[in-house]
């Protein structure tokens, strides 16, 4: 039998000096009109929008892991979601792509027996963000881990600063100083506010300009394990 939970988590956030209600929970169909519609913000043209989720990714999000589905509302405004599916991870063969691991986004790939939470999106509405929100995502899903009683969450994140300094740095140096805080990077530096810990660089993980094409493997382990 498939490993399943519910997630539910109420709280109050800070959004411009007021306290405001906010919901952690699993997305489920009722939401998917939402979904796609931080997708288009999160992602303006000339980003196409048949890469945002359709309805199809999204049913088979919930069909295929539920407990990887989160969603996360402020004063009863869906503000982001956060998507996930186990695999089996083999530390010492860690390359792969985004479109391999997470069936292209539709996660038929999901594997009940796996051991690992894999990370396949994150979007945040921009005029929620600086408020917190992914972390407290990524944190959410942290708690699936351990109530799941997986070893990892795992996903490849995008360095999306890297081209700006390709012509200086190969992309592991490129890591090294954005560890080290002498550069910033957008999606890097956050993953590693959520206490990720880059593990290896997969080459032509995702057909991104600004990254290269590299992706970074980013690990939090679970520390009961």
């Given at each position: 039998m498939d490993k399943q939970i519910q997630y539910y988590s109420d709280f109050y956030?800070?959004?411009?000096?007021?306290?405001?209600p906010a919901v952690i929970r699993n997305y489920d169909k009722n939401d998917f009109e939402q979904l796609i519609q931080i997708q288009a913000e999160c992602f303006p043209p000339p980003f196409p929008s048949d890469l945002w989720w359709n309805e199809e990714q999204l049913m088979s999000h919930i069909q295929h892991f539920p407990a990887g589905a989160l969603c996360i509302e402020v004063d009863g405004e869906l503000a982001g979601s956060l998507t996930g599916l186990m695999i089996k991870f083999d530390p010492n063969h860690p390359e792969h792509?985004?479109?391999?691991?997470?069936d292209n986004g539709y996660i038929r790939t999901h594997d009940s027996q796996g051991d690992t939470l894999y990370i396949v999106d994150i979007s945040v509405k921009p005029k929620f963000r600086k408020l917190g929100l992914g972390k407290l995502l990524m944190e959410a899903m942290y708690h699936v881990v351990i109530q799941l009683n997986l070893k990892r969450l795992l996903g490849g994140g995008r360095m999306p600063g890297y081209h700006r300094l390709a012509d200086t740095l190969s992309p592991e140096e490129y890591i090294e100083e954005v560890v080290s805080g002498n550069v910033k990077d957008p999606v890097i530096s956050f993953l590693l506010r959520c206490g990720r810990k880059p593990i290896t660089i997969c080459k032509n993980y995702l057909e991104d300009n600004e990254s290269l094409n590299y992706g970074v493997l980013m690990e939090w382990k679970n520390p009961f394990i």
């Open positions: 956030i800070n959004a411009n000096g007021k306290n405001a792509t985004w479109e391999e691991v997470t």
